[in-house]
């Protein structure tokens, strides 16, 4: 004979697993960020994050940063630590990061928006440490190891 009872453990998992995926689909509208790995671009910035955070490349290699986010966003080398003889660099074509910082404080200069991307070749090995200005404080960092 059949057991006719209802399976409240079930039923309440099954209850669990709905809400709690509608919550996280709520909670995250908005946020995602799609990256295909037949993509343009090598790093994404997403509302306050380099995806990925850390890139290994060769010597000689361009990459390129794509704003994926509705958020303006820029890309500054922390010019303290790159690597000896290379050159700053950073959005908007600043010569140093003190240049690149005030340029975006008086008149948002070096902004890449949203659907804008940004390149740099790298001809020396070593890390390069860089971070978005209006987002630093949020941990916007990234960092390209050049082999």
């Known amino acids: 004979m059949r057991d006719e009872r209802p399976n409240f453990g079930q039923q309440t ?5 709905a809400t709690a995926g509608a919550a ?3 909670g995250l509208a908005g946020c995602a960020t799609v990256l295909s790995s037949d ?3 090598d790093v994404g910035m997403t509302a306050v994050a380099f995806t990925p955070p850390t890139i290994t490349v060769e010597v000689g290699d361009e990459v390129v940063w794509q704003n ?3 958020r303006g966003h820029t890309i500054t080398a922390y010019e303290n630590t790159l690597p000896e003889g290379t050159e700053f660099f950073a959005s908007g074509g600043y010569e140093d990061e ?3 910082r005030d340029a975006y404080s008086n008149e948002i200069g070096g902004l ?3 659907g ?3 390149s740099y070749t790298f001809e020396t090995p070593g890390e390069y440490q860089y971070f978005c200005i209006p987002h630093e404080q949020a941990g916007m960092v990234g960092t390209v190891v050049v082999e």
């Open 68 to 70: 994926t986010s509705s």
């Open 98 to 100: 003190q240049t690149a």
């Open 24 to 26: 996280a689909t709520v």
């Open 116 to 118: 804008e991307s940004y």
């Open 13 to 17: 998992r099954r209850r669990f697993l």
């Open 39 to 41: 993509s343009d671009y």
């Open 112 to 114: 890449i928006n949203s």
